[in-house]
């Protein structure tokens, strides 16, 4: 199957007993048995719901995967991931990654004894400088958030697996999803995903997922997701599976939408930097070409006007854009990474890396183009 019928059909069967089109919400907590232990495939809906299989079987289709996982959140997605590891061992991560995840890592796993090097991905010896023979996993995230930033993933698949080839390399594809770009293509063992993001793409559920190629690391997994619990519900994994078929046409969407927004704000007056991966000026934007379809919807951006009381000017006054957390819905958000998303990075590592105050991050909607780029040349020109 292409990728446009994939996430229609891939793994998806109609039900059997009435041959519905769509899962039914299977609104259970678990199922009846014949005798201990003779049941028909589900026993608790902690371990799995027909529901929620549907929609795990269609994550791991779109990703080209052999399994798919659904869990409560992203981040309950990045903690299953984390628990694989033991005491004392190593992550390698990229130094622009959303604020949660830097939390998460910082504040709950450290304490447990992992122990974390934040690098710049742009040169892939900055990785292979950092691994160890305690070096368990690295922490991709590409496009990053928020500042757009893209990681070589074959390159450094490949460099990292030259070194040692038990080292797992995750992948956050959250921004990009897998219409954009496919990391277990290119060599990576784990995608990760926001699924709250781009995969259910109506701002109507929070959910998280990950998709891997390999039976053995898939066992684990489920292992982790069913001894820690942070499962999909089933109501969310009907909404995420219905906003997954149509996920080639938002992200076409998307795409228009934030290369237009992109152009717009490099040609604007009251505006500095633009960090879109489409853009020609962008660093990584050969690296892109080589590893995306296309550059999807997420543009950040520097007003000339540095101060705070500018920025906070511009997001009071968008009306198309929503001043709110979160992306990848279909409707368009503003988000001022240094008070919102990435607050709990201490400020001086976030000025390190130029999460300033004067930075804004856009989460371009699938609206008319006209009104959006209405809508930000009016808040602007304020
Ligand atoms: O919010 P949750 O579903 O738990 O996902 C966490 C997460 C993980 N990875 C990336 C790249 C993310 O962007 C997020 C969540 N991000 C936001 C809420 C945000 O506005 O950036």
Redesign the pocket.
């Known amino acids: 199957m292409k990728f446009n019928t994939k996430t229609i059909h891939g793994g998806q069967q109609h039900e059997e007993a009435t041959g519905a089109v769509m899962p039914p919400v299977f609104f259970t907590s678990t199922y009846a048995q014949s005798s201990p232990g003779q049941h028909k495939g589900y026993e608790y809906s902690r371990g799995a719901n027909p529901t929620r299989t549907a929609l795990e079987n269609s994550f791991a289709a779109i990703e080209g995967g052999s399994h798919g996982f659904a869990f409560s ?3 309950s997605a990045i903690d299953c991931v984390l628990r694989l590891l033991n005491p004392g061992d190593e992550i390698i991560a990229g130094d622009d990654l ?1 604020g ?2 830097y939390r998460m890592f910082t504040r709950l796993f450290k304490k447990y004894g992992l122990e974390f090097s934040f690098v710049d991905m742009n040169d892939v010896a900055n990785v292979t400088d950092k691994i160890t023979e305690k070096t368990k996993l690295v922490w991709l ?1 590409t496009p990053t ?1 928020p500042l757009m930033k893209i990681a070589d993933i074959q390159v450094i698949t490949a460099a990292v697996k030259d070194v040692d080839d038990s080292i797992l390399v995750a992948v ?1 594809n ?2 990009a999803t897998p219409y954009l770009q496919q990391p277990l293509s290119l060599g990576a063992d784990i995608v990760m995903h ?1 699924a ?2 781009y995969l259910g793409g109506h701002s109507d559920l ?3 997922a990950l998709m891997v190629n390999n039976a053995k690391l898939a066992e684990d997994l489920h292992f982790i997701q069913f001894a820690a619990g942070a499962v999909a519900g089933p109501m969310d994994s009907f909404l995420a599976l219905r906003g997954v078929k149509t996920l080639h046409i938002r992200m076409q969407r998307h795409s228009e939408n934030g290369r237009a927004v992109a152009n717009f704000l490099k040609n604007h007056s009251k505006v500095d930097e633009v960090y879109y991966p489409g853009l020609e000026e962008h660093p990584n934007h050969n690296i892109a070409k080589k590893q995306m379809k296309d550059f999807g919807g997420m543009v950040s951006f520097r007003l000339k006007d540095k101060s705070k009381e500018a920025a906070f000017k511009f997001l009071e006054n968008t009306h198309v854009f929503t001043l709110a ?3 990848g819905g279909v409707e368009s958000l503003v ?1 001022h990474p240094s008070t919102m ?1 990435h607050a709990s990075i201490p400020e001086v590592e976030r000025l390190k890396i130029g999460i300033t105050d004067s930075l804004i991050r856009l989460s371009v909607g699938i609206e008319d183009e006209d009104d959006l780029l209405q809508d930000l040349d009016k808040a602007l020109n304020l």
């Open positions: 959140s992203g981040l959303y949660g995840t995230e958030n956050d959250t921004f926001s709250t993001k929070v959910m998280g957390e979160s992306l988000n998303t």
